[in-house]
């Protein structure tokens, strides 16, 4: 068995760039910053800032072209894909990039955008939660009842 998952939160390094395929499909690419911080041997804050590739396709990758810019915190999750490439210099090399298949929009509805901007969240498809049920209260003389969920319709 073998898993390749991804989940990455970050900010966008530049605006996404749409395009379409000859099928009409969309395709959204743009670049995401992770980082990390860490205190250093002597007490200094250190801090690594990881580039990524990302690409969403079809329908994800249109909602990201209209809503996200440079600057937007996003939560991404999907796959990491390489590929090989010879470059101008003759060495072949290897790239990475991740295909995007859930992206949640993080932070305010100003976040990455100028104050021009208007911006309108796209309806979410998750339901809010259920609210949970209080199981009743037992008593001591009430029998405890192991199945009580049977009847209820949902």
């Known amino acids: 068995m073998s898993v ?19 099928n009409g499909d969309a395709i959204t690419n743009f670049s995401l910053a992770t980082d990390e911080q860490w ?12 580039w990524h590739n990302v690409s969403l396709y079809g329908k994800l990758g249109e909602i990201a072209n209209q809503y996200l810019r440079k ?3 996003v ?14 210099d003759g060495i072949e090399r290897t790239a990475y990039n991740i295909i995007g298949n859930e992206m949640r929009m993080l932070g305010d509805r100003n ?27 037992q008593t001591p003389t009430t029998p405890q009842i192991d199945d ?7």
């Open 4 to 22: 390749n998952k991804v989940i990455l939160v970050g900010r966008l390094g530049r605006d996404p760039e749409t395009r379409y395929m000859p």
């Open 39 to 50: 205190r250093d041997r002597n007490g200094e804050r250190q801090t690594r800032t990881e």
């Open 71 to 73: 600057g937007s915190q």
């Open 75 to 88: 939560f991404i999750e999907g796959k990491i894909q390489s590929r090989k490439y010879t470059g101008k």
């Open 111 to 137: 976040d990455g955008f100028d104050s021009g901007n208007n911006y309108a969240a796209p309806p979410t498809s998750n339901p809010p939660p259920a609210p949970r049920r209080q199981p009743p209260q």
């Open 148 to 154: 009580i969920d049977d009847d209820i319709p949902f």
